[in-house]
């Protein structure tokens, strides 16, 4: 039996009514996944979100070999600006741009970087090419002050402090994720 059948078998024009609204009220409601999207690009979020995205997935882009002598920075009026370990992996990849770009966007085709910028800068060990297999919970991760700090600049702009805070609080953690130590496997 529906929510909306009456006991006595039938449908009444009030259930039928009834039934109508709610339908209308329903429609009216969006995902909190089509809200995220929105949300972060009014508040100009969407490029420091994919900057960490990039970050966090650069070996998986552009394979493990190239990902341990580079690190994409930033992103910036559809630039992508890549730190090279040394003078001669940056002319490698003045050679390398076209194939890095298609890469790029097929992986985040809303940004369209249409430029890469290469400069020499200092390339940390990556945590993405160990081999590790146990993979933390985003509720696992502590996150680190850098992190933290990085949010609370993200996230200035918002003037609801409990919005602001949960916000903070899943952007650090997302952030420290990819630092986060493998757990033991005991």
């Not at 996944?33 to 650069?58: C, H, T, V």
């Amino acid at each position: 039996m529906s929510f909306f059948h009456s006991p006595r078998g039938g449908r009444s024009k009030l259930d039928c009514f009834i039934e109508f609204r709610y339908s209308q009220i329903m429609s009216t409601f969006s995902s909190i996944g089509s809200i995220i999207p929105q949300f972060a690009k009014s508040y100009g979020f969407d490029l420091k979100i994919l900057e960490a995205r990039l970050q966090a997935n650069w070996a998986h882009i552009v394979g493990d070999s190239l990902a341990s002598h580079t690190r994409p920075d930033s992103i910036k009026f559809r630039k992508l600006f890549l730190l090279a370990e040394n003078s001669a992996w940056l002319q490698q990849l003045v050679f390398l741009k076209p194939m890095i770009l298609e890469k790029l966007n097929t992986f985040a085709a809303e940004a369209q970087v249409t430029d890469i910028v290469l400069r020499i800068g200092t390339i940390q060990p990556s945590a993405h090419t160990s081999t590790h297999t146990s993979h933390p919970t985003i509720d696992s991760v502590n996150p680190t002050g850098a992190a933290v700090e990085l949010a609370n600049s993200w996230t200035v702009g918002i003037q609801e402090p409990a919005l602001r805070a949960m916000l903070v609080t899943v952007i650090a953690k997302g952030l420290s994720l990819n630092a986060h130590p493998p757990r033991s496997q005991a």
